[in-house]
């Protein structure tokens, strides 16, 4: 298929050619030929020829650095689009830069404060959040998750008929990625500790955002099609984007990988960092990485829930990288439709997936992209996971009431929480 509607951009920056950025041109798509310049920028050396698409440029360089990336800017074709892959970077900054340069921005995570060691969901997204005065968008934590669940959420909530509300929203991901050399993770490992080492657990109770206070993701068991799995609790963007939302009671992103790695997660840091390593390029991977959202009605009890699995393995042999990349950069490969060829393009203003104004014409569009983009997002059913507020030997037992289950569950937890309080402001640059 080659896209015939009118664009909103000429060029396009894709900043990190890391595990995101190499998906993007993995996988590829029409709309990525729909940009006349493509600019990719990394921090490491040029990527080999065919991992670019046609007449795309490379160049080696340092986004933090304004006045490089100001003279960058300046070469590019207009109007532009730029996409922000980079770790560690202060994306406040840049999107100030960009603001002047009146260039639209994308990126996929949530950022502190330049220089800052910061780990608390509770800091990092009020500051990713700053406000900048803009004529373009500026889209905000876009991809799987955060992102695409977030859309997933609020179609399920939705779809729900009758008067319902007071939502409770799950996110479970289960990665059972495993290679032949070592503990093998999906995505960087320092970003991976950091996730569930060293960010606290953060989650949406009784309609307010609340942190615990210890280091570290609180741990949890899942249960995915009858089969325990070790977890954690984690703080996540998307689930600070769905809290926000006012028909949301509860929401929380249980996290669960293979067994091994479980086990590394129990060891200190340093540890940590020696084991967990990404495959090696061309090196085969296994098991499959599955992602659900789950939405339960407070008012009637009624569930609602939607799974996306793919299988590393396959991906591996069709693209050359894993499942979660796959999935990830779909997610930014359906922003990229949504910005070239819809009003979203020119709707000036920060955005998430959680608060994207849709009426419901583009919601049928957003279904139709996600259709040629083999999103493949199908209803749950009986394979729903679940959250175990037992031991592993019984956790899988349906047969309780769901309503014991979750307040057991809940308060369990509840001596470790306090609110989230005391934002960073917002400095000046």
């Known amino acids: 298929m080659v896209m015939k509607a009118a664009t909103h951009y000429q060029g396009l920056v894709v900043a990190g050619f890391g595990a995101v950025g190499r998906s993007l041109f993995a996988i590829g798509d029409p709309s990525l030929d729909s940009f006349a310049e493509i600019l990719v920028i990394d921090r490491g050396p040029a990527p080999a020829a065919h991992q670019l698409?046609?007449?795309?440029?490379?160049?080696?360089?340092?986004?933090?650095?304004?006045?490089?990336?100001?003279?960058?800017?300046?070469?590019?074709a207009r109007p532009a689009l730029f996409v922000s892959l980079c770790s560690g970077v202060d994306n406040v900054r840049i999107r100030r830069l960009l603001?002047?340069?009146?260039?639209?921005?994308?990126?996929?995570?949530?950022?502190?404060?330049?220089?800052?060691?910061?780990?608390?969901?509770?800091?990092m997204m009020p500051y990713t959040k700053t406000p900048v005065r803009s004529s373009r968008p500026q889209w905000l934590c876009w991809g799987i998750n955060p992102g695409l669940v977030e859309l997933v959420a609020r179609k399920l909530m939705a779809g729900f008929a009758g008067p319902e509300g007071d939502f409770s929203v799950t996110i479970y991901e289960h990665d059972?990625?495993?290679?032949?050399?070592?503990?093998?993770?999906?995505?960087?490992?320092?970003?991976?500790?950091?996730?569930?080492?060293?960010?606290?657990?953060?989650?949406?109770?009784?309609?307010?955002?609340?942190?615990?206070?210890?280091?570290?993701?609180?741990?949890?068991?899942?249960?995915?099609?009858g089969q325990p799995v070790a977890s954690r609790v984690v703080g996540h963007e998307d689930i600070w984007n769905i809290g926000q939302l006012p028909a949301v009671r509860q929401a929380r992103f249980i996290y669960g990988l293979q067994p091994r790695i479980m086990e590394i997660f129990e060891q200190?840091?340093?540890?940590?960092?020696?084991?967990?390593?990404?495959?090696?390029?061309?090196?085969p991977i296994f098991g499959l990485?599955?992602?659900?959202?789950?939405v339960r009605s407070g008012v009637s009890g009624r569930e609602r829930a939607m799974i996306w699995q793919e299988d590393h393995h396959d991906i591996w042999r069709r693209y050359g990288i894993n499942a979660v990349q796959y999935q990830t950069g779909k997610a930014i490969l359906l922003a990229l439709r949504l910005l070239q060829f819809t009003r979203f393009g020119v709707l000036a203003g920060e955005y998430c997936a959680a608060d994207l104004p849709l009426i419901p014409e583009e919601w049928l569009l957003l279904d139709r992209f996600m259709r040629e983009l083999h999103i493949n997002w199908q209803d749950a059913g009986h394979a729903a996971p679940q959250l175990c507020p037992h031991p592993a030997a019984d956790c899988c037992d349906r047969s309780q009431e769901p309503g014991a289950r979750r307040q057991k569950s809940e308060a369990g937890a509840g001596s470790r929480k306090r609110p989230v309080c005391g934002f960073l402001p917002a400095p000046e640059f």
């Open 53 to 76: 698409p046609p007449g795309a440029r490379f160049i080696t360089g340092d986004i933090s650095d304004g006045k490089w990336l100001t003279a960058r800017l300046d070469t590019l």
């Open 99 to 123: 603001a002047r340069h009146d260039i639209a921005y994308l990126d996929s995570c949530c950022c502190a404060p330049q220089g800052s060691r910061e780990v608390r969901f509770s800091r």
């Open 176 to 225: 059972q990625l495993a290679g032949r050399n070592g503990a093998i993770v999906s995505w960087c490992p320092e970003a991976l500790i950091e996730e569930v080492m060293q960010s606290p657990t953060l989650e949406c109770g009784a309609g307010r955002l609340v942190e615990e206070t210890g280091t570290g993701a609180r741990k949890v068991m899942a249960c995915w099609a």
């Open 268 to 283: 200190d840091i340093d540890q940590a960092r020696r084991l967990l390593k990404m495959a090696e390029p061309g090196a």
């Open 289 to 294: 990485e599955r992602i659900a959202v789950s």
